[in-house]
């Protein structure tokens, strides 16, 4: 299994390797060194998959250490640990990953940084799969700024849009925001427990090593890594900019892997929250949830209707982490990443023919991602619609599908939560609240798109549909949306009962004191919310359906006439609720000036002055010794001299050589002189 | 032990001399055409000759041949040294265009001929064989500099090199009298005992003694003053004997100096004990200091000037004996550690920005530092490496030149507080070389225009510098393994006869 780990690890890196160097020069531009490297760990993830179906032993579990590197009394140790969740999530990153690699060739064709392109989706692969599969924090850390890296330089892929290169900036700065605080984090628990592994942080967190309030501040600490990466309020500003990179990378990274590492460590991480720590990620993610499906209803983009989209399930699964169904946090990951990377490369695959449509018509101003642009595309696009539909009424929760299964699990988990602590309601609101703006939102976009009647002729007469390398892909992920793939070897589609439920087994928190529910409690809780949950979320569901229906299909409802009449919530949806505004007025301003000020110090004075003057006279030493002295003296006077004097007697050629070695040799006697004289003294 | 019994002991070196005999005989029957073909046969003697080192017992520590040289760790850890940079140099010079048109067969063979030398100073514990050896080594450099007898300078170089060595050793040969003068024996280590017993009235003597023996020692490391030879010689010599010079016999002073002062000078103690008493009377020590802070400095300083990158190189070496030489005086297990551990990793980084410089001789047909202008862009490949070479040379981490400095420097702080200043002359002047290592990677890159086609250099040329830039990097990211093996063979034979 190890070893298995390790080819998955480094397959992706070699194509990295292979396309960065020479990738140009190959036939296709290389292409299908990606391709092919992505493929093979998908099918050495299907393998691992089928040994771990063929065991179905939730306590499978293979952890391989090796020390890094040893200073004496500080060995640092890292190593690769597979678990159930690690094949799980192997499978869903590599599965997820052949498939953008396959659409991306059809989609990236005659792209100027073509293989350039193929090296990052390889680096990335590498990175994501380095982060699942390591056992230790150092690890973690390491490939969470890896992909960090590759999401920046995928965002910047074409930097020559101010856009493009200002929101991969954005994101790489951003998430350092919530990267200082996990390092700080890891730190923590590095001081107090001696080792990045898991099991020995665990086992020094459950020998009471840590205070309960550190243990809290360093748990947050590591959690802000997590809302950084995962785009939680208030650091998701830099998810809906990233839109800016090709829409297969969205897809990839800034829907179905990247950003869901944040729950995965939340997910890792759990056993060692302490209760307070696990309130405030269940207020930021079901916060975030609401909050970001809100600003999702009003927006036009169709690529930003998915990123809000993105970031509210994100906290819903946040959500889950905090209310102790962490389990089923890692379920929605896995049900979110098939059918959110559907949606985003149907997305792309309607772009793509919006793109190629005004191309035709030599349109360079009308923008092939407004919503507001299309309309009645579907007997245009027949697989990119069917498929976009799969997908969406999957995110909506309608039953049947793989969304409803993991959503329903959340809400009943967050239900049980509520009942046991009824203080803390407004965490159901949020919840059930989110979910009936996704069902409205995105059927808002559905019925924008694909129904209606065109707003252009030509551009409609324009449309075509995707070539099979875009449409492949849709296809399969469509599939994967349905429940049966996530419930087998049971054919209930209203329980999650299956094997993922019962390979991915939840642990009992680490944190001394029995401050938190067991595994066991949380689980009686959700069995008993169960009905009641699902009953809600699926009239819930129904009725976002419905008010879509009014609203964008049938027109019964006028929208503007509603946003009219709600223009203060309205306006903030619009504008995203001014956070970006926000913090260029409050935090970036100041920093500038801040910078300025230290920057106008550092230059003008230290630098011109203190440094230059130093390098000053090093220089002049420097020409004393090696021109005034070596040179002008020694090889202008002394040896040159000599060379001068051949002039006179130019035909004594003899005289050169043996001129010019004397001296040195007077200096070879000089020098041993001079020692004797110095150790005399 | 005699001669017969050591025969079996001497594998390695007998690898080595048959090398050579075959080589000789094999020059006589090619062409000229096919002389180079030599190389070939000298690379497989040094592989055999590896092999065997390899086979041979890494604890064995007995003196041979009636007592004039010993087997031991220290000794064959340098000669895996000598035979790595022989080897490589071997492959360098069959890549170079310098020597394309010159009948090369005995040049491979004198190489060869070059590392029993080398061997026999790393391991000689008498007198008369620690002279007859760095002649040796001294007598086939000369022949080495002057290769190409068409070119003026490369005779000059030899012609001076001639000169100057005769000189040296000439006063070290005079030191070596008055030391047998004083004791009546040539054996290290009865010499060792000897001195000791010695009045208070023979100091004098000693220590004249003493400076002129490291004349000669001096000459062979390139230390400051008696590093005159060096620029002329590197800059006139072919590069990839530029390269060789640099490194072997260096690393091949340095071990005599280290065996010589520590024997006859300490108070014969096990290299494996933590500190080693300095013998009363003699200054040494403070000579050495002294020579050390003195020869980097110099070497830094005017290497600033150097506008040719073999000049610069040049410098830059003897600078690097500076820092080395930082680490004798402090007797210590640890700045010997120190000091073996530099000279590998310098042999990767050193050997490395020759053979680059090489490759660009090659391709652009310039030694200017200012005509590399732009090579960062025009032929990433070369750039990169040579980046990756001078960063190591100034001691960057993550470059395995870092670790290096570090020994050398924690070796220092650790020998006690005498020897502070000289590790805060170390650290200055590896500032100061940042300013000329910096300069070349700042005309690669910030100097100069693109060109359309990238120049990938091909095959051997390429391999040659990938290998000396792993281990550059990779020793600057985990050197464990390195350092269990410096660790290992810091032993000397000791006991005496």
């Known amino acids: ?681 | 032990m005699g001669n017969i019994q050591s025969i079996s002991y001497f594998l390695p070196e007998l690898m080595v001399i048959a090398t050579v005999v075959v080589a000789l005989i094999a020059d006589l029957v090619y062409s000229d055409r096919n002389s180079y073909k030599v190389g070939y046969l000298v690379i497989a003697g040094l592989v055999v000759a590896s092999f065997t080192l390899w086979l041979s017992l890494p604890e064995e520590t007995t003196p041979i041949f009636l007592n004039t040289i010993v087997v031991d760790p220290f000794s064959r850890i340098f000669k895996f040294v000598f035979l790595l940079a022989t080897f490589i140099v071997v492959l360098m010079s069959m890549n170079s265009d310098e020597l394309k048109g010159v009948r090369t067969g005995e040049y491979y063979t004198l190489m060869a001929a070059m590392v029993l030398g080398m061997s026999l100073m790393a391991s000689s514990v008498d007198l008369i064989m620690v002279y007859l050896s760095i002649e040796i080594v001294s007598i086939i450099s000369f022949i080495l500099a002057g290769y190409l007898r068409a070119q003026v300078r490369s005779n000059e170089a030899a012609l001076k090199y001639v000169i100057y060595g005769a000189f040296s050793s000439g006063l070290m040969l005079y030191g070596l009298s008055l030391l047998y003068g004083l004791t009546g024996t040539t054996k290290l280590f009865q010499l060792s005992g000897s001195i000791s017993s010695l009045g208070p009235g023979s100091n004098l003597t000693l220590t004249v003694s003493t400076i002129l023996m490291l004349a000669g020692f001096g000459y062979k490391v390139a230390i400051v003053p008696f590093h005159f030879w060096t620029p002329d010689v590197y800059e006139g010599a072919p590069t990839p004997v530029t390269a060789y010079l640099s490194v072997a016999p260096k690393a091949a002073g340095f071990a005599l100096l280290i065996r010589f002062f520590n024997t006859l000078f300490g108070t014969g103690q096990p290299l494996n004990s933590p500190v080693w008493q300095a013998m009363e009377g003699v200054p040494w020590q403070d000579i050495l200091m002294v020579l050390a802070a003195v020869t980097m400095t110099v070497g830094n300083l005017v290497a600033i000037q150097q506008k040719n990158i073999k000049r610069l190189l040049a410098y830059s070496s003897i600078a690097h004996a500076g820092y080395i030489l930082m680490g004798v005086p402090v007797l210590s297990q640890e700045g010997v550690y120190a000091i073996v551990f530099y000279i590998i990793v310098y042999l990767f980084m050193q050997l490395g920005a020759f053979s680059l410089a090489i490759v660009v001789s090659n391709r652009y047909g310039t030694e200017i530092i200012e005509e590399y202008s732009g090579i960062g862009w025009k032929s990433p490949y070369l750039g990169f490496f040579m980046a990756v070479f001078m960063f190591s040379l100034t001691g960057i981490p993550p470059t395995a030149g870092f670790i290096g400095k570090m020994y050398l420097f924690a070796a220092l702080i650790n020998g006690g507080s005498q020897f502070y200043w000289l590790a805060i002359i170390g650290v200055l002047n590896s500032v100061i070389s940042l300013y000329y290592y910096m300069r070349v990677v700042k005309v690669m890159y910030f100097q100069g225009g693109r060109e359309k086609d990238l120049y990938v250099p091909g095959g051997m040329s390429a391999a040659i510098v990938l290998a000396m830039a792993i281990p550059s990097i990779y020793f600057g990211v985990r050197w464990s393994f390195l350092a269990d093996w410096v660790n290992s063979s810091l032993k000397f034979f000791i006991a005496g006869f």
């Open chain 1, 1 to 681: 299994m190890v070893n298995y780990g390790i080819a998955i690890l480094l397959l992706p890196l070699m194509a990295f390797v292979v396309q960065i160097f020479i990738g140009k020069r190959l036939p296709r531009n290389g292409d299908w060194v990606s391709v092919s490297a992505v493929a093979l760990t998908l099918c050495l993830s299907l393998a691992m998959f089928g040994v771990m179906l063929v065991k179905y032993d939730p306590e499978f579990s293979v952890d391989e250490t090796w020390t890094w590197f040893d200073l004496g009394s500080l060995q640092v140790q890292i190593g690769i640990l597979i678990d159930n969740v690690t094949v799980v999530m192997l499978l869903v990153v590599s599965l997820v990953s052949t498939l953008v690699h396959v659409y991306s060739t059809a989609y990236m064709e005659g792209d100027l940084r073509y293989s350039r392109y193929f090296a990052f989706l390889s680096l990335f692969t590498f990175s994501m799969n380095g982060i699942v599969l390591a056992n230790n924090l150092l690890g973690i850390y390491i490939f969470w700024e890896l992909v960090g890296l590759s999401s920046y330089l995928l965002i910047g892929h074409w930097f020559e849009k101010d856009s493009a290169s200002d929101a991969a900036k954005k994101a790489f700065l951003v998430n350092r925001v919530g990267d200082i605080g996990m390092f700080i984090g890891i730190m923590l628990f590095f001081t107090a427990t001696g080792s990045f592994l898991f099991r020995d942080v665990f086992a020094g967190v459950e020998s009471g090593l840590l205070s309960t309030e550190i243990l809290t501040v360093a748990g947050l600490c590591l959690f802000a890594g997590a809302i950084g990466k995962s785009a939680q309020f208030p650091l998701h500003v830099w998810l809906p900019d990233a839109m800016e990179g090709p829409t297969p990378v969205s897809a990839l990274i800034h829907a179905a892997t990247m950003v869901a590492a944040g729950v995965y460590l939340s997910f890792r991480l759990f056993p060692i929250f302490t209760p307070t720590a696990l309130t405030v990620i269940a207020y930021i993610g079901g916060f975030t949830a609401i909050f970001a499906a809100i600003i999702a209803v009003t927006q036009n983009d169709i690529k930003k209707v998915l990123a809000y989209s993105t970031v509210s399930q994100l906290g819903y699964m946040i959500l889950a982490v905090g209310v102790g169904a962490y389990t089923y946090g890692l379920f929605h990951l896995v049900t979110h990443a098939a059918f959110k990377a559907g949606l985003f490369l149907c997305s792309g695959s309607v772009i793509h023919a919006m793109h190629y449509a005004y191309h035709e018509l030599h349109d360079h101003e009308s923008d092939p991602q407004d919503m507001r642009n299309m309309g009645g595309m579907r007997d245009k696009m027949k697989t990119t619609f069917l498929t976009m539909l799969i997908c969406t009424v999957a995110l909506s929760g309608v039953p049947f599908t793989s969304g409803f299964l993991s959503k329903d699990a959340i809400l009943a988990g967050t239900l049980s939560f509520t009942l046991h602590h009824p203080e803390h309601f407004l965490l159901v609101l949020f919840g059930f609240g989110a979910a009936l703006l996704t069902a409205f939102y995105m059927f808002r976009l559905i019925f924008m798109t694909f129904y209606g009647e065109p707003v252009r002729r030509e551009v409609y007469d324009n449309i075509h549909e995707s070539p099979s390398a875009m449409t492949a892909p849709l296809v399969t992920l469509a599939t994967l949306s349905f429940f049966l793939f996530f419930t087998l070897p049971y054919f209930n589609p209203f329980s999650d009962h299956g094997w993922f439920t019962v390979l991915i087994d939840s642990r009992d928190s680490v944190v001394p004191g029995h401050l938190n529910l067991t595994a066991h409690e949380i689980a009686e809780g959700m069995h008993h919310a169960h009905t009641p949950a699902m009953l809600l979320s699926i009239l819930i569901a129904f009725s976002g359906i419905g008010l879509a229906v009014f609203m964008y299909l049938q027109k019964r409802i006028s929208a503007d006439h509603i946003a009219a009449k709600l223009s203060l919530p309205y306006k903030l949806s619009l504008n995203k609720f001014f956070v970006d505004e926000t913090y260029q007025r409050y935090l970036i301003n100041p920093s500038l000036i801040l910078a300025r000020m230290i920057a106008f110090f550092d230059w003008e004075i230290y630098d011109k002055y203190i440094v230059n003057g130093f390098g000053k006279v090093t220089e002049w030493f420097s020409r004393v010794v090696g021109i005034r002295w070596d040179y002008d003296i020694l090889d202008q006077q002394i040896v040159d001299g000599v060379g001068r004097t051949t002039g006179f007697f130019s035909a004594r050629l003899r005289l050169i050589q043996t001129g010019k070695v004397q001296n040195y040799l007077v200096w070879v006697l000089a020098g041993v002189i001079m020692i004797y004289v110095f150790q005399a003294i």
